[in-house]
């Protein structure tokens, strides 16, 4: 099983997968919701399902009559169960994980982790249906680089150094639409989303200082 620098092992980690949902579940779910893809009686699949926020979304949206399969390396901080709610123990890197059998297929906050990207994505696209669709959510770090004040961009240069040393590739959501091209897919868009800290939001008052807490104690 491949070694994933933010185990579920670690101390915090149920508390920094929470932290993400409620950052981040927002903007997947509208994401979701743009595809109209998602209905009662379709699969679904998401591939490195935390907690398994959104995937427990999605087995709402297809019901009744479909499935919403999550999988994960590590399962044990899914807490959710539901009828229609499939929990799998997967590595994405060995295969995909059904041939031509789902929908939809996501991932959030993955690839940039993964050995092979490359692979990872061949075998998601490879478990879509001819006319399914596949929704990607990654890191592109590109604003950390003109970070104010100064001591804030040491901070983000100290942390992108470690993060290439551990594997981490933070700027890959700049490289996912070629990527998917290269498998044949057509209509493919991409947008980006930057959230700006400014006192009082909930990124700023609790969102980083809650983040490095969990990942750094």
């Known amino acids: 099983m491949p070694h994933y620098v933010l185990g579920h092992q670690l101390k915090g980690e149920g508390k920094r997968l929470a932290l993400m949902s409620e950052l981040l579940d927002p903007m997947h779910r509208r994401y979701i919701d743009a595809l109209d893809v998602v209905r009662p009686g379709t699969r679904t699949l998401e591939v490195g399902c935390g907690n398994g926020s959104i995937s427990a979304w999605l087995a709402e949206r297809t019901s009744p009559g479909g499935t919403a399969v999550a999988v994960d390396l590590d399962l044990s901080l899914v807490q959710v169960r539901m009828p229609n709610l499939e929990l799998r123990k997967v590595d994405i890197l060995a295969g995909p994980v059904e041939r031509e059998a789902f929908d939809l297929v996501t991932a959030r906050a993955v690839l940039h982790?993964?050995?092979?990207?490359?692979?990872?994505?061949?075998?998601?696209?490879?478990?879509?249906?001819?006319?399914?669709?596949?929704?990607?959510?990654?890191?592109?770090?590109?604003?950390?680089?003109?970070?104010?004040?100064?001591?804030?961009?040491?901070?983000?240069?100290?942390?992108?150094?470690?993060?290439?040393?551990?594997?981490?590739?933070?700027?890959?959501?700049?490289?996912?639409?070629?990527?998917?091209?290269?498998?044949?897919?057509?209509?493919?868009?991409?947008?980006?989303?930057?959230?700006?800290?400014?006192?009082?939001?909930?990124?700023?008052?609790?969102?980083?200082?809650?983040?490095?807490?969990?990942?750094?104690?």
């Open 113 to 217: 982790h993964v050995a092979d990207a490359q692979a990872a994505i061949n075998n998601m696209v490879a478990s879509l249906k001819p006319d399914g669709a596949i929704l990607l959510i990654e890191p592109d770090f590109l604003p950390v680089n003109i970070a104010e004040p100064p001591e804030v961009r040491a901070f983000w240069d100290g942390w992108l150094a470690w993060s290439r040393q551990q594997g981490i590739d933070y700027f890959i959501g700049r490289i996912l639409a070629p990527r998917l091209a290269s498998f044949g897919l057509t209509r493919i868009s991409g947008t980006a989303e930057t959230e700006i800290y400014n006192g009082g939001s909930l990124w700023r008052t609790t969102g980083l200082k809650r983040l490095l807490n969990c990942v750094v104690t």
